[in-house]
């Protein structure tokens, strides 16, 4: 098969599943800003902002590494068995100290009494750390319907918690079942409030270990001590890009209860900004997707003959997805805002400039082949480091003045520069001819029609849905252009039956 077709092939199937899967789990953020206040929804998105990073501390690399030695050394079993191995040791240490001092952490984040709530993570980092690397090998062998199988049901399992605990539950013990309430009043407290979305998640990985326990203990095990040498020396600079990535995507959120001006409305801020963020659900799911697919396509058609010129063409086809997706959702905004309720809505205006910033961070990822491929790491943490510094600097700057906005801001700023310097260094080390006039084109082409409808609209004073009417002709004259001009390179990359 065609490598483009392959590559598109493959994120289809991870698509539908993780599209339909992360719907559903997003989903809850309707009922997370209808169920908690945003103070406390501010705690949740603070602990899965703190998460994020101890994500990349439990995994280290190994992910990537794993990618890049099974390209190296192809059929060799022992890459797969150390790889777990060292996987499963570290998070084993990790868990166990985040436990013992579970009540120290706790009060040192300001949740005095709910050392809990470090439990509880460190369970759900450990089963996610671990099955990391089954779920790698899967996308190595192409087992794309495996691995968003899986991947679907932990989704269903915590969404179905989530309703089960934050709705089933209390309007059950409101309500006259009263045969039913004995089973409720033992498994339900009503004052366990916001710990419910930790503790459904915590079942759902484990759910997920358990089904994957067949990949983690069907191998025959063995240590490799100078491959594990190798693999750490690739991954550590990953690592290291890693935290750095960490603080340009989830800094803002935990900067912001020390840097707004008004100290009272800090987790309100969080909580207005953690949902907003998530408004941008189809670019996130977009890029998430893709690279579901794209890293290990990517060291796949490493030695290909005509590697770069996939490797560009797949940047183009990128580019325009994510130029539709960030047209569909701002000319249908008047639908959208409905995924959050109306106290959170004044965030809204951070959307915009959060969907140009995954995009940004999109073209990032795609352009960071040059550094994986050849070995060269360390750019990546370089790099990362140098987003780092814009995020903390502009934050400290802009959140004192202008609040969220400020982090929208600085958020978009930091990944369109790390995209600008990426693509200037990888040109000098793994030069790809990307076609920078049709991607420049199309991306001007998409915020030219978005600021059009955004000055037209108010001034032609249309109800509802003669806004939803006009804006989506602008919708529509783009996708027409996309098709008229791509149609002979989009039936080359249509997938055979």
């Known amino acids: 098969m065609n490598p483009l077709k392959k590559l598109a092939s493959q994120t289809a199937i991870y698509g539908l599943s993780t599209i339909v ?3 559903l789990n997003y989903f809850l953020v309707p009922i997370y800003t209808r ?22 501390a439990y995994t280290y690399g190994m992910e990537t590494a794993f990618f890049r030695f099974s390209q190296l050394e192809k059929d060799n079993p022992r ?7 060292s996987i499963i040791s570290s998070s084993v240490i990790l868990g166990l100290l985040l436990i013992i001092f579970s009540n120290p952490i706790a009060a040192w984040m300001g949740y005095e009494g709910h050392g809990i709530y470090i439990i509880w993570f460190a369970l759900i980092l450990a089963f996610d750390a671990i ?16 691995y968003a ?11 179905f918690l989530n309703l089960f605990f934050l709705v089933a539950c209390p309007t059950i013990m409101k309500g006259n079942m009263e045969f039913i309430k004995p089973l409720i009043n033992a498994i339900y407290n009503p004052e366990m409030g916001v710990g419910y979305v930790f503790i459904s ?8 270990l358990l089904i994957l326990l067949p990949e983690i203990t069907g191998i025959r095990f063995s240590f490799d001590t100078i491959l594990w040498k190798k693999m ?19 800094m803002d959120r935990l900067m912001m209860p020390y840097l707004v001006a008004d100290k009272s409305t800090a987790l309100t801020q969080i909580g207005i900004y953690g949902a907003c963020y998530k408004v941008s659900i189809l670019m996130t799911l977009f890029i998430q997707t893709f690279r579901q697919a794209a890293e290990p396509f990517f060291f796949t058609e490493a030695n290909a003959e005509n590697s770069k010129k996939i490797y560009a063409d797949v940047m183009t086809y990128f580019v325009i997805a994510c130029s539709i997706i960030f047209l569909g959702v701002m000319m249908n905004m008047e639908i959208v805002k409905h995924f959050v309720g109306i106290k ?39 790099l990362a480091i140098f987003g780092a510094i814009i995020t903390l600097t502009l934050n400290i700057w802009w959140i004192p003045l202008i609040g969220y906005m400020g982090a929208a801001w600085a958020t978009l700023v930091c990944y369109a520069l790390m995209m600008l310097a990426s693509y200037a260094i990888g040109q000098r080390y793994y030069p790809v001819s990307y076609n920078l006039p049709k991607i420049l084109g199309y991306l001007a082409l998409s915020l030219a029609l978005y600021f059009l409808s955004d000055y037209l609209t108010p001034m032609l004073a249309l109800n509802k849905i003669g806004s939803l009417l006009f804006n989506n002709l602008f919708l529509c004259a783009f996708l027409l252009l996309v098709i008229l001009k791509e149609i002979p390179n989009l039936k080359s990359l249509r997938i055979r039956k």
């Open 21 to 23: 899967g992360r719907l």
């Open 344 to 382: 959170y809505r004044s965030g809204l205006t951070v959307v915009p400039i959060l969907l140009l910033a995954n995009l940004c961070l999109g073209i990032f990822f795609n352009l960071s082949i040059w550094y994986k491929l050849s070995g060269h790491t360390k750019w990546g943490a370089y």
């Open 201 to 208: 998640n915590l079942i759902s990985s484990f759910i997920t």
């Open 232 to 250: 750490l020396q690739y991954a550590l600079p990953l690592l290291i890009a890693g935290f750095a990535g960490m603080i340009n995507e989830v």
């Open 149 to 159: 199988s899986i991947k679907f049901l932990w989704i269903i399992s915590n969404v």
């Open 79 to 85: 890459i797969y068995s150390t790889n777990l191995i």
């Open 131 to 146: 099955t990391a690397i089954p779920f790698a090998k899967l996308r190595l062998e192409n087992k794309a319907k495996k």
């Open 35 to 56: 169920v908690f206040l945003p103070g406390e929804y501010g705690v949740v998105t603070q602990m899965y902002a703190i998460v994020t990073f101890l994500n990349v």
